[in-house]
């Protein structure tokens, strides 16, 4: 290891784990926003960096408004009552979201929230009017348990119905279905006991439309274990408040986690780097992994729930989601390499982390899409930025997309007394069915601030494709590569840039290959050496010619 601070080690003949892809998904809060022409391109391009079909989930589908998405809301408007009282729904704002999904190829995580205005508790609350506010509803009426129990249930289970029939009860039962969004927080105004009723009324409700649904829950926040905890313990019969039977184990059990408070809106001058006023905060993989693994030990006390996928259906290092370096300069991770390699490092973690046969997580959706209205690189959490532009996190997808069917073995020495510069080495190494093997090797700190690079050793063992002609292929993510953030700056970070400057940054966004060269015959172990800047992440490619 001379000269090197780190040697990442794989045996390729050492299968630990199939590999399961729990990254294919994310989410937003703008239902509106996925049937306008950059809605509908960006989910076409979500498609392709997936590689795959993809679990989506949004907020508001049945909060009511007029159909206009905002950053952090919409509404799908789909219930109203007519001059009698009786319920009129309507369906002109989510159709248009659901078909897209469906063109798309995506698995719907259909959220049932929130409560429609007319539905929605009097207020009783103090709301002062403000023009750029609309009322009470908006305030938090929204977030009221329904005043009348029935008539969600008859809502929800006109919801299903009209889906079922529009897209065909075969699809829609592979869809998940979901009731609520953060209970345990200000966006639900009850108790836990009335949250566990509506939940018992929208089971049957969502069954009786499409028997077979798979319906689940909570979506409780990082904070929400009590409640958690409280909901198994209603659905597998110890609880109280239930309005009928027990509707017995949940089909999955979802919650989320956050690796960072939001930072404050500073209103600090704002600069190059965004507004000024804040100390450096950076978000924390530990505080993540810590929140998730606190949550799976809820669901793991249970032995019914052996099997049960758990769903982290929001899985950031940030929130919110539509705060950016114009709001707190500290959200500037979000537009370049270091979210990228975050997500990396995170979902190997995720996937590699626990021992074979322990319940784990089945989902890690990353809450991201795009914002109408942003500015080139405001550092919202977004896949893309203005004039659609991919952002370096989407690479981060592209090669998860491209790891292998199995995870083999890999070991990460360190030399005697030395350590990265500036962050950790790691690497989730994959074996493909046709004996290819792709791994990714990161250096990641948590703190955004800290930069360097590391002489990485690297070493594959047991290769299957030894003594016969493979490609060897590079392809990188740092600060100068597979990175349309950069390219803007270069240009001088124009916020109206020329059709020739949109086009020089996008063509800095795909994922890059450094180097590509034919062994021919492969050896059965191979050794390099690289140097690896911090934050970067490195896909080595060993594929038959």
Not at 96 to 110: C, K, R, Y
Not at 329 to 353: K, P, S, W
Request: glycine share 10%.
């Amino acid at each position: 290891m001379s000269g090197e601070l780190a040697r990442v080690v794989i045996d390729a003949a050492a299968v630990s784990q199939p590999l399961e892809r729990i990254w294919t998904s994310f989410g937003y809060d703008e239902l509106n926003w996925t049937a306008t022409p950059r809605g509908r391109a960006n989910m076409s391009a979500l498609r392709s960096i997936f590689g795959e079909p993809a679990v989506v989930r949004a907020h508001n589908l049945l909060t009511s408004g007029n159909g206009r998405g905002l950053p952090h809301w919409s509404s799908g408007n789909v219930y109203h009552e007519d001059g009698n009282g009786r319920p009129v729904y309507d369906w002109s704002q989510i159709d248009p979201a659901f078909d897209v999904w469906v063109e798309n190829d995506m698995v719907p995580l259909v959220e049932l929230g929130f409560c429609p205005i007319q539905l929605s508790r009097p207020s009783t609350r103090a709301f002062h009017e403000m023009p750029s506010s609309y009322g009470d509803y908006e305030h938090w009426g929204w977030a009221s348990p329904p005043r009348d129990i029935r008539r969600w249930e008859d809502l929800i289970a006109g919801v299903v119905d009209h889906l079922a029939r529009r897209y065909g009860a075969k699809r829609a039962s592979a869809w998940y279905w979901e009731l609520w969004n953060e209970p345990d927080i200000s966006y639900w105004q009850g108790t836990v006991e009335e949250y566990c009723q509506l939940y018992d009324v929208t089971v049957a409700a969502t069954r009786r439309a499409l028997p077979g649904a798979q319906v689940g829950g909570p979506a409780t926040t990082d904070r929400g274990t009590e409640f958690l905890a409280r909901f198994l313990e209603h659905c597998l019969g110890g609880g109280g408040g239930r309005v009928s039977k027990a509707p017995g184990p949940p089909d999955f059990v979802s919650f989320h986690t956050k690796g960072a408070p939001q930072f404050e809106r500073t209103y600090g001058v704002i600069g190059l780097d965004g507004a000024a006023g804040d100390e450096n905060r950076s978000p924390s993989t530990e505080k993540m992994l810590r929140d998730i693994e606190v949550n799976l030990d809820i669901v793991r006390s249970h032995p019914s729930l052996a099997h049960t996928p758990v769903f982290v259906d929001e899985c950031d290092p940030g929130v919110p989601s539509h705060m950016g370096i114009f709001d707190n300069r500290n959200y500037a991770f979000r537009n370049t390499e270091y979210y990228a390699v975050f997500q990396l490092q995170l979902m190997a973690a995720l996937v590699d982390g626990l021992p074979v046969g322990r319940q784990g997580v089945s989902l890690a959706t990353a809450w991201a899409w795009y914002m109408e209205g942003d500015r080139y690189f405001e550092g919202t959490r977004s896949f893309f930025t203005a004039s659609d532009i991919p952002l370096p996190v989407t690479n981060a997808y592209r090669m998860l997309a491209m790891l292998g069917a199995d995870v083999v073995r890999a070991q990460v020495e360190h030399a005697p007394g030395g350590a990265p510069t500036a962050g950790c080495i790691g690497a989730l190494p994959t074996i493909r069915t046709d004996g290819g093997v792709v791994a990714i090797v990161w250096h990641h700190n948590d703190d955004q601030y800290v930069h360097g690079a590391s002489q990485v050793g690297l070493e594959f063992n047991g290769l299957p494709c030894a003594g016969r002609a493979v490609l060897w292929r590079e392809y990188l993510i740092d600060a100068q590569h597979s990175n349309s953030h950069t390219a803007w700056l270069e240009l001088g970070s124009p916020q109206y840039p020329s059709a020739m400057e949109i086009e020089t940054i996008r063509s800095r966004a795909s994922l890059e290959m450094v180097r590509e060269e034919t062994l021919d015959p492969c050896p059965s172990s191979l050794r390099r050496e690289v140097i690896l800047p911090c934050p970067a992440a490195l896909l080595i490619e060993i594929v038959p010619r």
